[in-house]
Structure formats: structure tokens, C-alpha cells
């Protein structure tokens, strides 16, 4: 996968009340949302392969080396 300006990785820090759509210290796929960002939340990925607004506090980001 080739990561774009427009996505980031990220890894789910806390996953209380999302425990259906979020599972602690797994790897997701966050898209850039300069309106979710305003509000403190962050456009995830989930398990259902859809995305949706979840707490920023509840991730963390992910920088990888280049190859």
C-alpha cells in the first residue's frame, strides 16, 4: 500500500464504547479531515471497512522508514 498526503497510519489507543467497530493496538487507515480535525476527532477506517468519526485521543500515529 502506498501511503498518499491524504491518509495516515494510526493505531487505536482506546477502543471503549466502539469495541464492535475498533480493536485496541490494531493498525487503521485514518483519511484527512481538516473539519473532524477542528472538532477533536479523527476519520477512521473501521471494521466495517467504512469510514467514520472517532475521538482523536483514541489513536495514535504510526510514521514507517522508508524503504
Known amino acids: ?5 491524504s491518509e495516515q497510519l ?3 489507543l482506546d477502543n471503549d464504547g466502539y469495541d464492535a467497530s475498533l480493536e485496541r493496538r490494531k493498525i487503521y487507515i ?11 476527532m479523527l476519520r477512521v ?3 466495517s471497512g467504512e469510514d ?4 482523536k485521543a ?4 504510526i510514521t514507517l522508514p522508508a524503504a
Open 1 to 5: 500500500m502506498t501511503e498518499t498526503p
Open 58 to 61: 483514541s489513536f495514535g500515529p
Open 45 to 47: 477506517i473501521d471494521e
Open 52 to 55: 467514520y468519526l472517532y475521538p
Open 30 to 40: 485514518a483519511l484527512v479531515d481538516q473539519d473532524a480535525d477542528k472538532h477533536g
Open 10 to 12: 494510526v493505531v487505536c
